[in-house]
């Protein structure tokens, strides 16, 4: 069950489901994310910029330069903010009414590149999202895992603010997701997305639905 402390109310049982795709710029998550959803008939959504608030954020988190651009503990509060509007108008209420949900990027994405990528205590990261989502976590975080070289070959060279990030920052960014994984294996899967888009699509939605018990 999508869980989220302190909550009341709604009867649990009849909760929507709750996955959360995450990987690296360039592992091919946004054509999962879609697969995912259609074979659940989940609401798709993502971060940052869902929301109206949202798509403000991610203009001023990817696009802003120079002096514009948010400092390290700036993007990582925008993160939170975008988080926070989108669980609280999106996700939660699809939840509560019982629609499953499929975001692409949450939580893992803030931990991995505000924390380990740009060097902010991870433990921290995760209080900051943990404040912003009142406790809402994914039911399963499926990883889309794939090695720097091959990702920065797939981005080419016409990148986002964070894209642009040099090699070793996607390398931390990388090792965070795998060490999120490794210390939570009931919550997170980790597949490997240098398979062809079909092969990786048979292997998200057979982790969702094992681990989810979700029938076929
Ligand atoms: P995304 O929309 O996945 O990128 P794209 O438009 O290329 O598909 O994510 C935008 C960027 O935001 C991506 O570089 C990862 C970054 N990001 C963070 O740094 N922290 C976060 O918490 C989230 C959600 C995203």
Avoid: C, N
């Amino acid at each position: 069950m999508s869980t989220r402390s302190g909550e009341a109310g709604t009867d649990p049982a009849r909760r929507g489901r709750f996955v959360a795709l995450e990987g690296p710029d360039g592992a091919g998550k946004t054509t999962q994310v879609a697969a995912v959803a259609s074979a659940l008939g989940a609401l798709v959504t993502r971060e940052p910029g869902d929301t109206a608030l949202g798509a403000q954020l991610r203009r001023l988190l990817l696009e802003s330069r120079g002096e514009a651009a948010p400092g390290r503990r700036a993007e990582a509060l925008m993160m939170a903010a975008d988080r926070a509007q989108h669980v609280e108008s999106v996700i939660e209420p699809a939840l509560a009414a019982g629609r499953h949900v499929v975001t692409d990027r949450f939580t893992g994405s803030s931990v991995a590149y505000q924390g380990y990528g740009r060097g902010l205590d991870p433990l921290e990261v995760l209080a900051l999202s943990h404040f912003a989502t009142a406790g809402l976590e994914p039911d399963l975080i499926v990883l889309l895992d794939v090695p720097v070289a091959v990702t920065a070959r797939r981005l080419g060279e016409v990148r986002d603010r964070i894209e642009a990030a040099g090699d070793g920052f996607h390398e931390r960014v990388r090792t965070g997701f795998l060490a999120q994984a490794d210390v939570d294996p009931e919550r997170w899967v980790v597949i490997d997305g240098t398979a062809a888009a079909d092969a990786v699509a048979a292997a998200v939605l057979d982790a969702v639905r094992s681990r989810l018990g979700v029938p076929s």
